[in-house]
């Protein structure tokens, strides 16, 4: 994908280029190498102010967006719904469906590592290119970006999403047990690209264990697991 396709794909062409060139620079490009140890001329700044932005912009139209779409529905349920949809494996989802990836700005270390597949590289910088069009072109541009990449997530969810680490929580209050316990057992991978395994156990001896590329999201699948064995166990 080229870099002229970037502007169709995502439906919003930049006035100020450099803010999209900034909202793509990984830190790791900010004072690249030249031959034999040279420095080549910095680059000005790389997405993480900007991501800190984004992270506001798109909080605050997702939550426009389910609060217009889900009239009847309680707070509780629209900030599950909210969590769902601005936490990393959104962004991620809609980095891949843009593929942002093709389009960062890295040092050559990173990317021969891999790194514009790394999925904390790819949900910050997709924050980072929210704040970009939200800057270049105001709140609506930010908000039409947003709409058409998070509504068709908006319409995957016919309920409001179930935390596994709340449900098993619960599970556990409602037999006056203590709460669940979540330990790191193990981390793998490079330093760009760490994985996690989690173990979530219950008093009682139950346990189980999940891998993922976050220690939330590890902790999420393992409480998923167990409470499914849990379950089946009644």
């Known amino acids: 994908m080229s870099a002229e396709e970037l502007p169709h794909i995502i439906g919003y062409a930049f006035a100020r280029r450099e803010l999209c060139e900034e909202a793509l620079t990984h830190p790791s490009a900010l004072i690249p190498e030249g031959r034999r140890g040279r420095r080549k001329k910095p680059v000005k700044r790389g997405y993480e102010r900007l991501e800190f932005l984004g992270d506001r912009v798109l909080g605050l139209v997702v939550a426009d967006c389910l609060w217009r ?3 009847g529905e309680p707070e509780g349920d629209l900030a599950r719904r909210h969590t769902h949809l601005v936490r990393r494996e959104a962004l991620v989802r809609v980095a891949e469906t843009i593929g ?3 389009h960062l700005v890295l040092s050559r270390a990173e990317a021969a590592a891999g790194a514009a597949g790394n999925p904390g590289i790819l949900a910050d910088a997709c ?3 929210i704040a970009a069009i939200y ?3 105001g709140f609506d541009a930010a908000s039409a970006f947003v709409r058409r990449f998070w509504e068709p997530l908006m319409d995957e969810m016919e309920e409001p999403p179930r935390d596994p680490k709340t449900a098993l929580q619960e ?3 409602a037999r006056g047990l203590a709460l669940p316990a979540y330990q790191l057992v193990a981390t793998s991978g490079p330093d760009h690209a760490p994985i996690f395994t989690v ?3 219950v008093p009682g001896g139950e ?3 999940a891998t993922a590329s976050s220690k939330r999201s590890a902790e999420a699948k393992a409480a998923s697991i167990l409470l499914d064995r849990l379950s089946a166990a009644r």
């Open 69 to 71: 779409r889900f009239e």
């Open 171 to 173: 599970w556990a209050q």
């Open 207 to 209: 346990r189980a264990s």
């Open 100 to 102: 942002l990836g093709q």
């Open 135 to 137: 800057l270049d072109g």
């Open 199 to 201: 173990m979530a156990s």
């Open 127 to 129: 924050e980072a290119l």
